[in-house]
C-alpha cells in the first residue's frame, strides 16, 4: 500500500467484504466501516500495532495485551492480507489486524428489582465485567471476567460490594454461584427469542456448512435465507489420546439447544484460561464428544478454522441461527434444569 493513499481510500469496501451480504439479515451500513468517536474494541489476545496495514515488512508501533480496550477510528482493507479477513482497524498508535479484536460498547442497565424463580438469561453489554464470590473469611474476591455478548443466568438479586444492586449467577455447567454488577447485564426477554420462520415445516430447513469454504448456509426448501463465514475445528489432534480438533464432516441434526453454555472443565477461574462460560446461543449437532453451532466473543477472525471442532460465528449471526432452527427453545418452568432444550432438530450438513 502507497503513503499516497488518503482516507478516503482506506474507507472504500471491496468486493469481497459485500460478498455474503446477498443472504444475511445484518447488513452493513456507512457506520460498519466508519467509526463514530468512542467506538471501542477489547482485544481478545496479544496483539502488535503496526505504523501500517501490512502483514510483511511492517514496523511495530506497540503492543496491546489481552483484555486491554483500544479506540477505533476506522476500517482499513488493504491489497495485502488473507483473504479471508482482510480487515484493518486505525488505532491511536498505528493499524491492528481485526481478528483478535472484539468490537464492543459500554451499555448499562437499569437493575431489576427481583428474578423469578426459574432465572433470567442475561447478556453482558459492557465490554467485560468483573465476577466476584463472597465468603466469611475473605470477604469479597475477584474470580475472573465476563465478556461482551456472552449470556448467562441469573437468579437473584443481592446487595454487591458497591451497595449497588448486583445479579448472584448460577453457572451453567457447574452449578457455582458468583456475582456481578446488576448495571451491565441485560435481561433477554422471551419475545427476544421468539422463533424465526416458525411456519417452514422443520423438515423443510436445514444448514449446510462448507469446510473448505468456511462457510454456513441456512435453507428453507431449495432457498438459501442466510450465509456467513464461520471458523471451524483445526486440523490437528494435540493429545494422540483426545478428540481430535477437526470438525467431523457428516450427516446430522441439531440435539439440544443451550443460550448460554460453560465449555471447559467448568472451572471459573481456570488458570489455565482455557474454559469459555457464558457462550452463546449454542447448538449441538454430534454430543458426544461435543460439537456444537455457537457464538464466538473471543475472537474476530471468521473465514478461517479456529476451534476445537465447533462451528464459530459472529454472535449477532448465532442468535438469529438459534431462533431460526429446530427444536424451540422454551423459557424454563422448572429452574436451571430446563436451562436447555433438548429435541430431533434441524439438519445439519458438513461437507
Not at 437468579?155 to 449467577?169: F, N
Not at 484460561?273 to 471468521?302: E, K, R, S
Amino acid at each position: 500500500m502507497k503513503k499516497a493513499l488518503s482516507r478516503r481510500d482506506f474507507l472504500k469496501i471491496g468486493a469481497l467484504a459485500l460478498g455474503s451480504l446477498a443472504f444475511n439479515p445484518f447488513p452493513a451500513s456507512e457506520d460498519d466501516y466508519t467509526y463514530p468517536a468512542g467506538t471501542l474494541g477489547r482485544v481478545t489476545r496479544d496483539v502488535t500495532i503496526y505504523k501500517e496495514p501490512l502483514w510483511t515488512g511492517g514496523t511495530a508501533t506497540g503492543y496491546r495485551h489481552k483484555n486491554d480496550l483500544i479506540n477505533i477510528y476506522y476500517e482499513v482493507t488493504p491489497s495485502e492480507g488473507p483473504a479471508y479477513n482482510p480487515v484493518w482497524y486505525r488505532t491511536w498508535a498505528g493499524y491492528v489486524h481485526s481478528g483478535y479484536i472484539q468490537r464492543v460498547k459500554v451499555r448499562l442497565n437499569a437493575p431489576l428489582s427481583s428474578l423469578p424463580e426459574t432465572g433470567t438469561l442475561c447478556e453482558v453489554t459492557v465490554p467485560y465485567t468483573g465476577v466476584y464470590q463472597y465468603s466469611s473469611e475473605f470477604g469479597w474476591q475477584h474470580k475472573t471476567n465476563l465478556f461482551y455478548q456472552s449470556t448467562h443466568w441469573a437468579i437473584q438479586v443481592d446487595e454487591g460490594p458497591d451497595g449497588e444492586a448486583w445479579y448472584r449467577l448460577e453457572d451453567e455447567l457447574s452449578w457455582e454461584r458468583y456475582h456481578v454488577p446488576a448495571a451491565h447485564l441485560r435481561p433477554i426477554s422471551d419475545e427476544e427469542l421468539s422463533p424465526i420462520s416458525p411456519e417452514v415445516l422443520p423438515n423443510d430447513k436445514r444448514i449446510e456448512i462448507s469446510l473448505a469454504n468456511q462457510t454456513l448456509t441456512a435453507f428453507e426448501g431449495e432457498q438459501a435465507v442466510f450465509y456467513t463465514k464461520i471458523s471451524s475445528g483445526l486440523n490437528i489432534q494435540p493429545d494422540p489420546d483426545d478428540t481430535p480438533w477437526s470438525t467431523p464432516p457428516g450427516n446430522y441434526h441439531i440435539e439440544s439447544k443451550y443460550p448460554s453454555k460453560h465449555m471447559g472443565s467448568g472451572i471459573l477461574a481456570n488458570p489455565y484460561g482455557d474454559d469459555l462460560p457464558g457462550v452463546p446461543w449454542t447448538m449441538f449437532f454430534l454430543n458426544p464428544p461435543g460439537y456444537a453451532i455457537h457464538g464466538a466473543y473471543w475472537h474476530n477472525n471468521f473465514g478461517i478454522q479456529m476451534s476445537h471442532g465447533c462451528i464459530n460465528m459472529r454472535n449477532e449471526e448465532a442468535k438469529w441461527l438459534y431462533r431460526w432452527a429446530n427444536p424451540v427453545f422454551k423459557t424454563p418452568i422448572k429452574g436451571r434444569f430446563d436451562w436447555h432444550q433438548n429435541g430431533w432438530g434441524t439438519r445439519v450438513i458438513v461437507t
